[in-house]
Antibody
Framework: QLQLQESGPGLVKPSETLSLTCSVS??????????WGWIRQPPGKGLEWIGS???????YYNPSLKSRVTISIDTSKNQFSLKLSSVTAADTAVYYC????????????????WGQGTLVTVSS | QSALTQPASVSGSPGQSTSISCTGT?????????VSWYQQHPGKAPKLMIY???KRPSGVSNRFSGSKSGNTASLTISGLQTEDEADYYC??????????FGGGTKLTVL
């Protein structure tokens, strides 16, 4: 059974960089056709797609966040990571990592396996 | 403001059917068959219920079905059960090369 687990600081100061890692077990981030994404959810609000990555390193970002986001993948460690720079209180959210795709189409938004989510609070 | 519009809440009685709408535009729902639906219980991660407009992942009850007409997609839940009470989100690919979600709908099973 594929499992994803987010890890990283739960508190980040304004203007600093938020860094999270998603560790994958029970499967491989190198599996052909699948993409690995980050989605966030501010407290009490809806979901927002941040971006996705393929095992080749190809990335796809939400245009509204693109200038601040970097997603990378480490196939040797079977994990992928998110960096969000210049954070503000508006970036306070539960951050989820998830798998999607299966047919080599990054725009197939079938996020079928999710991590449990990690709350990141931006505050001084 | 979400790119996809969903009703804030819907309700139904056990055993009944209910539908949740997801209205987009010709730049997203209306142009692509990449519409998915997620169920989220409080404090839990979302769960994929429908993808590619009508497809159901393995293990999801056949009480859940999806459809699309024009710029509006719909999730229908038949034979409502108390455990169906949750928040539901739709999602679509857009012509701006992004994935967007609806604002979410709270389903109450009375």
């Amino acid at each position: 059974q594929l499992q994803l687990q987010e890890s990283g600081p739960g508190l980040v100061k304004p203007s600093e960089t938020l860094s999270l890692t998603c560790s994958v077990s029970g499967g491989s981030v190198s599996t052909s056709g699948y993409f690995w994404g980050w989605i966030r959810q501010p407290p009490g609000k809806g979901l927002e797609w941040i971006g996705s990555i393929y095992n080749s390193g190809s990335t796809y970002y939400n245009p509204s966040l693109k200038s601040r986001v970097t997603i990378s993948i480490d196939t040797s460690k079977n994990q992928f990571s998110l960096k969000l720079s210049s954070v503000t209180a508006a970036d306070t959210a539960v951050y989820y990592c998830a798998r999607h795709g299966g047919s080599y189409n990054w725009n197939q938004n079938n996020f079928d396996y999710w991590g449990q989510g990690t709350l990141v609070t931006v505050s001084s | 403001q979400s790119a996809l519009t969903q009703p804030a809440s819907v309700s139904g009685s056990p055993g009944q059917s209910t539908s949740i709408s997801c209205t987009g535009t010709s730049s997203d729902v209306g142009s692509y068959n990449y519409v998915s639906w997620y169920q989220q219980h409080p404090g839990k991660a979302p769960k994929l219920m429908i993808y590619d407009v009508t497809k159901r992942p393995s293990g999801v009850s056949n009480r859940f079905s999806g459809s699309k007409s024009g710029n509006t997609a719909s999730l229908t839940i038949s034979g409502l059960q108390t455990e169906d009470e949750a928040d539901y989100y739709c999602s679509s690919y857009t012509s701006s090369s992004t994935l967007v979600f609806g604002g979410g709908t709270k389903l109450t099973v009375l």
